[in-house]
């Protein structure tokens, strides 16, 4: 597995150092707690700012999502430049036009917005420190392949010849009949075969700015040859395999012993075999790639210096160095908390282009050298905020805690115990009390197992205990401190909301690697949300569930919820997940990709730019195989059987035959 991130210690961009884990009594969260258990004629109504801090929403939403007057989400796809949308009215009316939920909305406007906000930031970044060169940034297309996608993408970065970069043969075909944009970059990583390499050489009759970098050192002697067979001069770039790391989930990308790039002395191989070859002059560019989402600042700044040094010394090599390309990595700020936390970062893409400006043009400055156009690969901080995933909450379960009826004459003694447990609960007891109710509850069970209680009593027993858990909780919500032992209470007594999505479709990484996303309800946003809950999703496996949310301090184990109204849906969305969910995502338990929606900002409202369907049950079930055709002649057989042998009526049959039929036609996920 890979390695866990530090938790629970999150410093601000000042450097302060926020408390580990645990929650101050000041925390939004725990003053909804306490309120709960205030009668309602007491505590004044719950207010949007209120929904606004427990959820974090300005945040981690900042300038895209708020909440409006009615308590609702809003989208303002441009960011600070105006024109806004109410998400649960888009959402109501995208059912009407029967598309169903899970939904996937992208906001193209939000794509443009995240071009423009990173290019905006090399350019200041350029004329403050008077750099004498350019940023063309280039998007990784393995970070969102989706052909709407990438094709907004290279339209709205035509201004800045903004490029894409591939990082396997499929992606460059992607890239090379989708990029277009004159004078844009495409950067060819990964690992390449000659065939690869020969469509990249052959690029550049096309016009194509195409640059072939080397991340194998196989991979120079397949370019050498390649290019003198076809009597092309390359762009050749190097990898190098910085020794300065990332840190957190991906830190492993970096380092001596990371799977891509060359490590110094194969650099040094890589220019000899150029040079001997007559195509030093085709080296060109120096690339790194630390990891993803890069948390901290520092890590930025230590890779840019040892990147600098090495572009330096390659020129004086004889390179005729021209671009330095820093790879991915910048960060999103998922909790919004502004920290070095896994699933925040501590700076700004202003802080972070200015760092990279600045250093790049120190180390140049010394050794009198021009500048190098700048590359960026910033995948996730283009493509995270564009996409938010809707869905709703198909039912809830709870803990049984109704308060218990008082004790019978000749109940059971472990009955007895319980309730005088429950009973006897107060302020200063109730950590004693949690270990004596877990324990009477522990050998009622043994007790049922050993035939010496009834499954009534067990029942009863089981109703008590929790019972004497809610008590606690409500006491424990009131301290200022929770005793570690009681930490997992809280969990334990959450509800459970399921919801109509599948985590390993939709959210892969949270499944797979822990990856906070922010969840939220999109409305009742000026209700307070009473309950504690954790996801469980529609498959039948026990990690289908989401238990770890976004927080201030740490991560949260149960979110605050509305209670459901029957009738009345409850939809939540989830946010900043449109980098490398969608293409991670998984058929586990068959449930397909969901249904997706583009959305643009016009001047009156919204325009629906694209409607992509999500995958039907007979393209679920052709991926194992599966014919639908063949599937349903064995129903009609097996029905027609049981027909003759009159174990079903003709009616019935027709209804099984029917649906059937007519499932193989819809969406994998409920209706609601
Ligand atoms: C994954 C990857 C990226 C994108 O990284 P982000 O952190 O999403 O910006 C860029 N370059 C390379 C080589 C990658 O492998």
Known sequence: MLEQPEKGTKSL??????????????????????????????????TIEQSEELYRINGWGDPYFSINAAGHVTVSPRGDRGGSLDLYELVNALRQRNLNLPLLIRFSDILEDRIERLNAAFAKAIARYNYGGVYKGVFPVKCNQQRHLVEDLVRFGRPHQFGLEAGSKPELMIALATLKTPGALLICNGYKDREYIEMAILAQQLGRTAIVVLEQIEEVDIVIQASSELGIHPVVGVRAKLSSKGIGRWGTSAGDRAKFGLTIPEILTTVEKLRAAGMLDSLQLLHYHIGSQISSIAVVKDAIREASQIYVELAKLGATMKYLDVGGGLGVDYDGSKTNFYASKNYN????????????????????????????????????????????????????????????????????????????????????????????KEEAISLFNFGYLSLPERARAERLYWSCCEKILNIVRQQEYVPDDLEDLEKIMASIYYVNLSVFQSAPDSWAIDQLFPIMPIHRLTEEPTKRATLADLTCDSDGKIDQFIDLYDVKHVLELHPIKPGDPYYLGMFLN?????????????????????????????????????????EVLGYVQYDSEDLVESIRQQTEQALQEKRITLQESQLLLQNYERSLSRYTYLSA
């Open 578 to 618: 449109g980098a490398y969910q969608e293409i991670m995502g998984n058929l586990h338990n068959l449930f397909g990709d969901t249904n997706a929606v583009h959305i643009a900002l016009t001047p009156n409202g919204y325009r629906i730019d694209h409607v992509v369907k999500g995958d039907t049950m007979t």
């Open 13 to 46: 961009v000042d450097g302060s150092l926020k408390k580990d884990g645990k929650l101050e009594p000041t925390h939004p969260s725990l003053n909804a707690e306490k309120t709960v258990a205030v009668s309602p004629a007491e505590h004044s109504p719950w």
């Open 349 to 440: 893409v202003q802080n972070y282009a200015n760092d990279i400006v600045a250093e790049v043009k120190e180390a140049c400055t010394e050794r009198k050298l021009p500048v190098p156009t700048l590359i960026s690969e910033s995948g996730r901080a283009i493509a995270s905020h564009q996409s938010v995933l809707v869905f709703d909450v198909l039912g809830t379960s709870d803990a049984p805690t109704s308060p218990p009826e008082s004790l019978q004459a000749g109940e059971h003694l472990i009955v007895q115990n319980l309730y005088e447990t429950y009973q006897s609960i107060s302020v200063e007891n109730y950590q004693e009390m949690y270990h004596d109710a877990t324990q009477f």
